[in-house]
């Protein structure tokens, strides 16, 4: 399932609202009007004698009532859909014939240019482009596909890792990140880890039984895909060319950046110099 993940501060029903509106607004922008299907209930309607005819035709009048509740179906389908996230304080819009990681680039870019702050309780907008069932074999199956557009042989990049989980306790962070870093790895060796401005960050959003990926990039420039953050002056903006040296080392030393609750920033630190940490990051 593809969509946008958004976490909000105890709000979720003002997240919605603002969700829609602020993603109603941009994605006109990018992909034209919605366009919304029409019913017609004419469709089908004859004279009384075609009607009987179809009565009559038991195959005529499943295929029309089929017909119909795909017609209903499609209806009810929206460009931006709110469905349940399975976690507090976090809310899920599916998406239909959207690119999500186009369109929130495309809302930060615009945020981060004009510094005007359009959401109030909104936090943090993340894509996802992807999603499997959050068992490390699961994920390690899915990403050797998944993660092909960006690093696979002879594309390559430099890249950080950050995750999250919620509601969830089986999974360890230091073996997520490790295999994910391999799985990039072993798509091209050139592939190279940096921690400071990295061409593109992969996103791992793990909640109750599904993990969430998308691979994104200006996430340091972006805060962090942060709406409240991004808006701010330029200080720490993390623009290219800034005097801090990059981070670069081994896959192993992806970044593992544990995100907190309530819009704070991670604390970003290495899987390795965290190898000894058994404590599991979920949400309590």
């Known amino acids: 399932m593809c969509g946008i993940l958004i976490t909000c501060n105890m709000t979720e029903r003002k997240c919605v609202a603002e969700a829609y509106s602020l993603l109603g607004e941009y994605g006109e922008q990018l992909y034209g009007p919605e366009q919304f299907i029409e019913h017609d209930d004419s469709r089908g309607s004859g004279s009384e004698e075609e009607a009987e005819d179809e009565e ?4 005529a009048a499943v295929k029309k009532e089929v017909d119909q509740i795909r017609a209903s179906t499609e209806q009810k389908l929206r460009r931006f859909q709110s469905v349940e996230s399975g976690a507090n304080n976090v809310v899920f819009i599916r998406t239909l014939g959207v690119e999500p990681e186009k369109l ?6 615009d945020m981060h240019a004009t ?11 993340l894509p996802v482009s992807g999603s499997c069932k959050a068992f490390l074999e699961d994920m390690k199956r899915y ?18 890792i950050v995750y999250k989980a919620r509601n ?35 996103v791992v959003e793990i909640i109750k039984n599904i993990c969430c990926l998308s691979v994104v990039k200006d996430y340091v420039l ?3 895909y942060n709406l409240q953050e991004v808006v701010k002056g330029s200080q720490g903006d993390g623009q290219p060319g800034a005097p801090k040296a990059p981070q670069e080392g081994r896959l192993e030393g992806a970044v593992l950046a544990e995100e907190k609750t309530g819009g704070q920033d991670p604390h970003v630190e290495t899987a390795e110099g965290k190898a000894s940490d058994n404590h599991k990051d979920s949400d309590h």
């Open 222 to 224: 972006f805060r962090k």
């Open 115 to 125: 510094k005007k702050k359009k959401t109030r309780v909104i936090l943090r907008m």
């Open 104 to 109: 929130v680039h495309h809302i930060l870019k």
């Open 56 to 59: 009559d035709d038991a195959e």
């Open 143 to 160: 990403t050797e596909t998944f993660f092909e557009p960006w690093f696979k042989a002879p594309k390559k990049g430099t890249f950080q």
């Open 168 to 202: 969830n306790s089986h999974l360890s962070r230091e073996e997520v990140i490790k295999e994910l870093a391999g799985v990039v790895g072993h798509l091209n060796p050139e592939n190279k880890v940096d921690l400071s401005n990295p061409e593109f960050t992969i």
